[in-house]
Structure formats: structure tokens, C-alpha cells
């Protein structure tokens, strides 16, 4: 069974950074992996993905500002966040997608970004 465990979300003011994690168990991290997000009233978004080769995309918002990456070894996707904006105040989930997209295939329960100005 495919268990997804995220972590690192919290309150921050405008400016600041925090580096989500992603704990897997039952799924190859060599995989694709994503982050998205949903705040409230708003569609879910995909925010940063990493491919089977390394290669990474980011959504134009983020550019610059987030960083996504993993350790295969330890299968946890991290997400670093700086630079952080009210309007990126959001759930954040961890996903394995399928590659070349955001389409998740397994996904986590999130946590909680809140970002004050």
C-alpha cells in the first residue's frame, strides 16, 4: 500500500522560506513526484515536479522562488520554499504522478502553508 506522509507546512510571514517534506512508503521515489497545492476556493494547482531523470518544472508563479527535489535513498521529496508570498498560501500535497504531468496516481493529506504579510 502506497502511504504519502507530508510535513514542514506552518505560518510564516511574507518573505520568509520552509522546506516541505515528503515521506513514501510502498512507491519508488525514482518516479515522477510532484507538489501542488489548493487554497481555499481556488482549483488544485500544480506547483513543482521532478522526473524519472531529475529534470524539474515549475510553475511560472514559483519560478526562482521554490525548489523541488529528492533523496531516492531515503525516498523524501522536499520542497523549499523562499521568498514566500500571501498568495501562495495554500494545502500543499505530495503526489507521485504520472510523468510529464501533474495527474496523480498517489497522493498525501497535505499540510498547511499559511503565509501573513
Known amino acids: 500500500q502506497v502511504q504519502l506522509v507530508e510535513s514542514g507546512g506552518g505560518s510564516v510571514q511574507a518573505g520568509g522560506s520552509l522546506r516541505l517534506s515528503c515521506v513514501g512508503s510502498?512507491?519508488?521515489?525514482?518516479?515522477?513526484m510532484a507538489w501542488l497545492r489548493q487554497a481555499p476556493g481556488k482549483e488544485r494547482e500544480g506547483v513543482a515536479r521532478?522526473?524519472?531523470?531529475?529534470?524539474?518544472f515549475y510553475t511560472n508563479s514559483v519560478k526562482g522562488r521554490f525548489i523541488i527535489s529528492k533523496d531516492n535513498a531515503k525516498n523524501t521529496l522536499y520542497l523549499q520554499m523562499n521568498s514566500l508570498k500571501p498568495e501562495d498560501t495554500a494545502m500543499y500535497y505530495c503526489?507521485?504522478?504520472?510523468?510529464?504531468?501533474?495527474?496523480?496516481?498517489?497522493w498525501g493529506q497535505g499540510t498547511q502553508v499559511t503565509v501573513s504579510s
Open positions: 503526489a507521485a504522478v504520472h510523468c510529464g504531468t501533474f495527474a496523480r496516481r498517489y
Open positions: 521532478i522526473d524519472s531523470d531529475s529534470g524539474t
Open positions: 510502498g512507491y519508488k521515489y525514482s518516479n515522477c
